[in-house]
């Protein structure tokens, strides 16, 4: 019997240690050359690729060495392969002509795809608080899909335990922001894009933006114009008070006006000139750059014209 127990154990190690090896090859064999026609964007991806700096540095490296670190993709339903992540790369490769991506094939259903899609891009240096916004509620509806599944779905590749702990809360754990703040930068994805654009611009900071957000569309879309017409965006005071209004019925585009029209505190009074009627009083000839400099001037030559007609009018 004691033999026996022993020849058990031995082959329960070898089995362990055979599956070890054989995970290493099978991550291996899962990393291949995949040509970028092949390839999609993850939908609904909420994070911006742009054509910087950053990405003419990674078009060098990855000319230099190729891709060092590969994408994450998963293979459809219908053959074609989606990108979980590796957006930068595969469009650095686009920008370096090659005609495929260096990937790793994982197998995973949507809502894990997306979980892994948001948590790759927790860490880059820089992100819009748009792109939190988007990023944070597809990750948050997507755990609260895999919650709802039985448990032995339950736990995923990406390692998401869901039970007895909310979206958010679990969120707040990996990402470092308050389970507050969340639930704020969700809010803001039911902005107008021209509102969202004012807070990723830093010209709407995020209390008064999640006031905005309980707005209608129509609303929205009058505070926009009043912010174009006075230069000025709504204090946190006066976003309170529009969400108040809305709530009550009573915010309309006359009561949107006159909120936005009060000077705020420590605001110094601010002059609108309407930009056709101040080019037809200009010469052609004079640039747009120049426009400023040409009203100064002519501002000086008017104060000195009534300065001289009152010295007349005093003798």
Do not use: W
Not at 286 to 310: G, M, W
């Amino acid at each position: 019997m004691a033999g026996r127990k022993s020849d058990f154990t031995l082959t329960k190690l070898d089995d362990l240690f055979s599956t070890q090896e054989q995970r290493d090859e099978e991550k291996l064999s899962k990393i291949r050359d995949i040509p970028l026609t092949e390839i999609d964007d993850f939908l609904d991806h909420p994070f911006k690729v742009r054509d910087d700096e950053d990405m003419a540095q990674l078009i060098e490296s990855i000319k230099e060495r190729g891709v060092i670190t590969p994408a994450t993709v998963r293979q459809k339903e219908d053959g074609r392969y989606e990108l979980i992540s590796g957006h930068r790369r595969k469009r650095a490769c686009e920008l370096a002509g090659f005609d495929t991506l260096r990937c790793e094939v994982v197998e995973l259903n949507r809502d894990e795809a997306t979980i892994l899609m948001v948590e790759s891009n927790y860490q880059r240096s820089q992100i819009l608080p748009s792109e939190k916004a988007f990023a944070y509620k597809m990750r948050s509806e997507a755990m609260k899909r895999q919650a709802g599944r039985p448990s032995k779905d339950n736990s995923s590749p990406v390692g998401i335990d869901l039970r007895g702990k909310q979206s958010l809360d679990l969120m707040s754990e990996e990402c470092g922001d308050s389970r507050n703040q969340i639930h704020r930068y969700i809010r803001l994805t039911n902005l107008v894009p021209e509102l969202l654009d004012y807070v990723d611009e830093g010209r709407i900071k995020m209390r008064p933006a999640v006031e905005l957000s309980f707005l209608d569309e129509d609303s929205q879309r009058d505070v926009v114009d009043e912010i174009d017409l006075n230069d000025a965006t709504p204090s946190h005071d006066q976003t309170i008070r529009m969400r108040k209004f809305f709530e009550e019925g009573k915010l309309t585009t006359e009561a949107i006006q006159a909120i936005m029209s009060e000077e705020k505190p420590n605001q110094r009074e601010k002059i609108v000139l309407r930009g056709d009627r101040v080019r037809q009083l200009i010469p052609k000839n004079i640039p747009i750059s120049q426009t400023e400099d040409f009203v100064c001037k002519a501002l000086e030559h008017y104060n000195k014209f009534l300065r001289s007609r009152a010295d007349r009018d005093s003798r």
